[in-house]
């Protein structure tokens, strides 16, 4: 039990909460731009799978990393456009077209995960990001174990919060998404084309979690595994929710997810007499706690869910 | 006028059918661009996906078999889908179901099967519903997103399944993370000799018939439906939208929880690790396929039962991974959901074309 005290322990938990939040946060960032722009995306769930697994597919053939997270932006934006397109152009209800592209995204991945390598018993291993140190920030005790002896795109993540403040709060561009997630109608008159903003929120937040899943793939292992989003996706839209929309309150929330899991797998590894099953059900159930009561409703778009139609 | 109001029902009959089979048309056509990347001859592929099934008995009795959950699931849907709610929850639903249904089949199976097939199935109904109560509450006291609430049970049902069977109830050997079987007894009696087809496809039906008679011809259903439709204009007229929403989404759920028992019951006859994920998934298909009525359901059902055996029967004839389907599923809903957007349009055109002859 003492272990749990010890810092290795706490450096061990610390930077495994940084590592299990990056991947809500970048869908979770991706989920708020199409949200603010009045476009419920559950469909993230599936954007990342395809990342997760067009990452690895990348890497595997180009044997670069690099190749495989833009492989998977640009997969995940591929599959968002489907999204966007049943949802913004034809206006079709926006959580079953979510869940629609969540199935094709299973099927897509694991048929062709089968067809390309096929029935292997052997995970097939690619070259995964490395851990990069940010030369004397990381010899900071504690604090440089934790935070800056992460891959690259960890901090792309992190960097996005305040880059994504800054878009949605001082630019026109950020007026204009608000504006249209809010009262669509009114952005019309006043000549913001409304579909057009939402497509590119949506296709934003294609690339956001295409990037999110190619972070469990390539950034925390160098595999896929069917099914390995297994519901961070959705986590991920219930962080907008929790973060009230806001990119701040966002970061909060992906953190408070990211160490919910790190301490499940952490409590775990102690040998607790605790079943493990309820350890894993910890994330799930925080979630539903998190989207229930705590947060106010006030602060959601109100266009949210709505298509526009003039 | 009556030949007006007649072409416009012939119309909409088409329509209703028509959409649904052009949709799966479509999407098979898409599938075998995928078969073409990966180097199959997708004629080859889909005698197999679509006659691989009628070569026997067995196999065209297994379509119904997989149909089963799926229609339960769907209806599960379906009754929600219609008080404007979303339950994607019907996987968990079922999952809670067949711990109940496995827990009564252990305790009561060697009792007649008159008191332990009922007393099953009542418990996996009481499952399911206090699992669709709880976003039921949420979403009604709360407000909370009845979405985010049941994907996130599904989760904690899965594991709560693994525990189950690791654990209380791990079979008397313990070798496996498997429950024993539930007594002979409790087993449900089959239809057909020598097949898998057993008696709770007929249950389904009956599910699939009270659904349509509750919604469409009790007041009670009226309600619902009112609520679905038109949330502001229920409340104004004096129908409690909290009530509704908890009642609605409790029902929904002890549907999704009778298919856990049927999988039990049925099928499996033992609670196992991972049996029948995905089945909730299939139901929001079928039921979207199936326009949200429930003799739509039932027929969409039967029909993803048939392309799930085939897809089994192709990855065995041409060795293509049966996920293809999954693919296929998706597909079919997105361009079903498109063709019902259209269908207005369509509408209005063929009642001009056929006015004008």
């Known amino acids: 039990m003492e272990d749990i005290l010890s810092t290795t322990f706490l450096i061990a938990l610390l930077s495994a909460s940084i590592r299990l939040t990056v991947p809500i946060l970048f869908a979770a960032l991706g989920g708020m731009y199409s949200e603010l ?39 995940g934006i591929l599959i968002a456009a489907i999204f966007a397109y049943a949802t913004v152009k034809i206006k079709i209800n926006q959580i079953v077209s979510g869940v629609a592209i969540n199935l094709l995204a299973v099927g897509l991945t694991s048929f062709f995960f089968r067809a390309l390598f096929g029935i292997t ?79 590119i929120c949506v296709l934003l937040s294609g690339a956001l979690g295409g990037l999110g899943g190619c972070f469990l793939s390539l950034g925390q292992f160098n595999m896929f595994v069917d099914n390995m989003v297994s519901g961070r996706g959705f986590i991920a839209v219930a962080a907008v929710i929790f973060g009230k929309w806001s990119p701040k309150g966002i970061l909060l929330a992906s953190i408070l997810f990211g160490f919910a899991d790190a301490l499940q797998i952490r409590i775990q590894m102690t040998g607790l007499s605790i079943p493990y099953q309820f350890l894993l059900m910890f994330p799930y159930l925080l979630t539903i706690i998190a989207v229930t009561g705590i947060v106010g409703k006030t602060s959601a778009p109100k266009a949210l869910g709505r298509p526009y139609e003039k | 006028m009556l030949k007006k109001l007649m072409l416009r029902t012939s119309n909409n009959l088409l329509l209703t059918i028509g959409i649904p089979i052009l949709s799966v048309l479509l999407a098979l056509l898409i599938g075998s661009i995928l ?26 009795s297994e379509i119904f078999v997989k149909a089963t959950p799926i229609i339960l699931t769907g209806l599960a849907f379906t009754f929600a889908y219609r008080t404007g709610l979303f339950n994607i929850g019907a996987d968990g639903q079922m999952f809670a179901g067949a711990i109940a249904a496995v827990y009564m089949g252990l305790k009561t199976g060697h009792l007649s099967p008159i008191i332990s097939i009922p007393l099953c199935l009542v418990a996996s109904i009481i499952a399911g519903a206090i699992c669709g109560l709880i976003p039921g509450l949420l979403k009604g006291i709360f407000g909370s997103s009845e979405i985010i609430i049941t994907i996130m049970l599904n989760y904690i049902a899965q594991y709560l399944v693994s525990y189950v069977v690791d654990k209380p109830l791990r079979e008397a050997s313990g070798f496996y993370p498997q429950t024993d079987l539930i007594g002979e007894n409790a087993f449900l009696p089959y239809i057909v000799p020598n097949t898998r087809l057993h008696i709770g496809f007929i249950i389904a039906l009956i599910l699939a018939a009270l659904v349509y008679l509750i919604l469409w011809k009790t007041p009670f259903g009226y309600r619902l439906r009112a609520v679905g439709f038109n949330p502001d204009g229920a409340e104004y007229s004096g129908i409690s939208i909290k009530k509704n929403i908890i009642i609605s989404l409790v029902i929904s759920g002890a549907l999704a929880g009778v298919a856990g028992f049927t999988e039990i019951n049925g099928i499996h006859h033992r609670l196992l ?23 739509g359901v039932v027929t969409a059902s039967i029909l993803l039962g048939m392309l799930q055996t ?13 996920n293809i389907v999954s693919i296929i599923q998706a597909l079919i809903i997105l361009l079903v959901l498109f063709g019902n957007k259209l269908r207005p349009i369509i509408e209005l055109k063929l009642n001009k074309k056929q006015e004008a002859e």
Not at chain 1, 58 to 74: D, P
Not at chain 1, 122 to 144: D, H, K, R, W
């Open chain 1, 37 to 75: 722009s009045g476009v419920n995306n559950i469909g993230l769930e599936g954007i990342m799978l395809v990342g997760a697994f067009t990452g690895v597919v990348g890497s595997y053939y180009t044997e670069s990393y690099w190749m495989g997270a833009l492989f998977a932006v640009i997969c």
């Open chain 1, 121 to 199: 018993t052997v995970p097939i291993t690619v070259n995964a990001f490395e851990s990069l140190e940010i030369p004397l920030l990381s010899s900071i005790p504690i604090i440089g174990d934790v935070i800056f002896k992460q891959t690259i795109l960890v901090y792309i993540a992190f960097i996005l919060v305040p880059i994504s403040a800054y878009i949605l709060y001082r630019t026109s561009w950020g007026l204009n998404i608000r504006t249209v997630g809010e009262h669509p109608m009114a952005a019309d008159t006043v000549g913001i084309p409304v579909d057009k903003v939402r497509t």
């Open chain 2, 310 to 322: 085939g897809a089994n029967a192709m990855q065995r004839g041409v060795g293509i991974p049966a």
């Open chain 2, 35 to 60: 078969l073409l990347i990966i180097n199959v001859n997708p004629l080859e592929a889909y005698k197999y996906l679509i006659f691989g099934n009628f070569t026997n008995i067995y196999n065209i």
């Open chain 2, 273 to 295: 690790d991972n049996f029948s994920r995905n089945v909730g998934f299939d139901g929001i298909a079928a039921a979207l396929l199936g326009n949200t009525n429930p003799i």
